[in-house]
């Protein structure tokens, strides 16, 4: 059973930083390409960032140079670093399975002040 745990979110002023975690368990993590995506209130769900396998990381336009993915193949975890945060950046952030049906339960970000 595929399970993926978020955990990290909260509540940030502009400007500020917060990192995501995903803990992942019941796949071969280090074959599989992960990504974020994050879904605004009254909007459609929207794609982040992923990385693959090898670690080849692509982002959406509206976060390069501001978020960063990662992982580690070891603790099975795959991270997102969210640098100079906007109020626009505010979302539910979900875990991904790259193309897959697998996803996390989803974790709050607000940017305000």
């Known amino acids: 059973q595929v399970q993926l745990v978020e955990s990290g979110g909260g509540l940030v002023q502009p400007g500020g930083s917060l990192r995501l975690s995903c803990a992942a368990s019941g796949i071969f993590f280090s074959s599989y390409a992960m990504a974020w995506y994050r879904q605004a209130p009254g909007k459609e769900r929207e794609f982040v960032a992923t990385?693959?396998?090898?670690?080849?990381?692509r982002y959406a336009d509206s976060v390069k140079g501001r978020l960063t993915i990662s992982r580690d193949n070891t603790e099975k975890t795959v991270y997102l670093q969210m640098n100079s945060l906007k109020p626009e950046d505010t979302a539910v952030y979900y875990c991904?399975?790259?193309?897959?049906?697998?996803w996390g339960q989803g974790t709050q970000v607000t940017v305000s002040s």
């Open positions: 990385i693959s396998a090898g670690s080849l990381t």
């Open positions: 991904n399975v790259y193309r897959s049906e697998y």
